[in-house]
């Protein structure tokens, strides 16, 4: 699905934390329409490198360029047009505990739309529906939900302002392996029919065996390997071997398989 077209260009990333070094000459690309899966070990700065392509956080050295454009030399306005193009879904969904789910998504569509409260609140109600949300859930608080509707909604409101790039962070944590399955297909599902890039965080080895295109390891502070997931694998690295070929790597390669036998 993907094309040669990047959207997202990082080059010679350094992001440090006082005398801790996190990124050190980091380079990645995303492709237009593609799903690009972001793996590395604990501390190895994966949300950190998501902050600093969607602004969150400012590199110490290097560039990241979105759509052909350097973020940081845009003046506020011409940046706020960019960044209306991602969508992004925090870690736990960080929605807002104080507003219903309708309230959560429209208020993107209020604040940067300029949509007026019942315009922004029916197309809420599009949003949920694509996240694959109940229409019951929609006049409940974050509190009231399962962790899996929690996911659905913050994706609606990811959705809410129509990205081309899609950001998620750990989607499928804390999910039930069913539940995490089905947020998969939905993934793809909407990659495919909204044509959006898709720039995932993630542990989940079903995951990254069932819906990327690539995937980017972080390792020794930068992209160790980027590649389709056959070329990664048999990367000469010990966290790669041992986290491929371990047994939980060996049980998502045969369940993929399986599911690709049936369809």
Request: glycine fraction near 10%; charged fraction near 25%.
């Amino acid at each position: 699905m993907s094309s040669e077209e990047r959207v997202i260009e990082a080059r010679g990333i350094c992001n440090r934390f006082g005398r801790q070094v996190v990124h050190q000459n980091l380079d990645l690309d995303l492709y237009r329409g593609e799903i690009l899966a972001v793996v590395g070990g604990s501390g190895s700065g994966k949300s950190v490198l998501l902050r600093s392509i969607i602004g969150l956080r400012r590199p110490n050295e290097g560039q990241i360029q979105v759509f052909g454009q350097d973020l940081a030399g845009l003046r506020e306005e011409q940046r706020s047009l960019v960044e209306r193009r991602f969508g992004v879904l925090f870690q736990k969904g960080a929605l807002f505990s104080s507003l219903t789910v309708t309230e959560n998504v429209a208020l993107p569509l209020i604040e940067h739309a300029g949509l007026s409260r019942a315009d922004a609140e029916h197309l809420a109600g599009v949003k949920l529906a694509l996240a694959g949300l109940p229409i019951s859930a929609a006049d409940k608080y974050p509190s009231s939900l399962s962790g899996g509707m929690i996911k659905r909604a913050a994706l609606a409101r990811a959705l809410a302002l129509d990205p081309d790039i899609l950001f998620l962070d750990e989607p499928t944590a804390g999910l039930d392996p069913i539940g995490a399955a089905a947020f998969d297909q939905l993934i793809l599902t909407l990659r495919d029919a909204l044509g959006l890039s898709v720039f995932l965080i993630t542990h989940d080895l079903d995951t990254l065996y069932t819906i990327t295109d690539r995937i980017a390891v972080l390792s020794q502070k930068k992209v160790l390997v980027a590649g389709p997931l056959a070329e990664v694998e048999q990367t000469h690295d010990a966290w790669i071997q041992e986290y491929f070929h371990g047994p939980r790597g060996r049980a998502a390669e045969q369940a993929a398989n399986r599911a690709g036998q049936e369809r």
